[in-house]
């Protein structure tokens, strides 16, 4: 099952990252999506090590954003992949069939495509402007979510969409009224961990 609730990791060394994970944990996050993009090869596979042993520990998911080699070495339960980053393909045979695949898009265009390399679940935005990611793509808005996926459902589509980019907490009401499975922060967990018992009653409301 793909939580409704993902934490991307932050934290320019091993020990803020960690220290960012471990609180996240505490507070109740069940979906932790390790990205460490200035580590080194060493510091990024000890972080990852640490990270699976705590996610194993709280019953959590452990997902590695981009590094698929990673992601089989530490034996995580799955990757996230960038447009530019290796083919969802190529990631399946490294893998295999019962690790979760996760897929950025932008444009309704790249959801087809993701449905179509068969994704497990599409990580769609940015929702509005965040420093946390460098060369960001086109702002979606509220309408932008709305329209992708109106066109979902005109297809048939029911890949679970997560929303990512700059969400903040009184976005969360208007954001799952248009049909989102789910919402991926960073910043807003990091600062203040405690905020996911008010995310959880939002996200699952209707469950």
């Known amino acids: ?6 934490y991307i990791s932050q934290g320019n060394t091993i020990d803020e990252q960690l ?11 069940n979906w932790i999506q390790l990205r460490f993009k200035n580590g080194n ?3 990024v596979l000890t972080v990852a090590e640490k990270t699976k042993h705590l996610c194993e520990q709280y019953k959590a998911t452990l997902i590695i954003n981009d590094k698929v080699d990673l992601a089989s ?6 990757v996230h992949l960038g447009l530019d980053d290796m083919s969802i393909k ?6 295999g069939s019962q690790k979760i695949i996760g897929g950025t898009a932008n444009t309704f265009e790249h959801v087809l495509q993701r449905v179509n390399e068969e994704c497990d679940y599409i990580g769609l935005g940015p929702f ?3 420093t946390t990611k460098e060369k960001l793509s086109p702002i979606l808005g509220l309408e932008g979510y709305q329209t992708i996926l109106n066109q979902m459902k005109k297809n048939n589509i029911s890949t679970p969409l997560i929303a990512i980019g700059g969400i903040q907490l009184e976005d969360i009401t208007l954001l799952i009224e248009t049909g989102i499975h789910g919402i991926a922060v960073s910043s807003l ?5 405690t905020v996911i018992t008010t995310l959880n009653e939002k996200l ?3 469950i």
């Open 1 to 6: 099952m793909i939580s409704k609730l993902h």
């Open 19 to 29: 220290n960012n994970i471990q609180q996240t944990l505490d507070s109740g996050c």
């Open 41 to 43: 090869t060493k510091e």
């Open 73 to 78: 070495q530490v034996n995580a339960d799955g």
């Open 90 to 95: 190529e990631a399946r045979i490294i893998l």
């Open 128 to 130: 509005r402007f965040t």
């Open 189 to 193: 967990l990091t600062q203040n961990p």
């Open 204 to 206: 699952y409301v209707n």
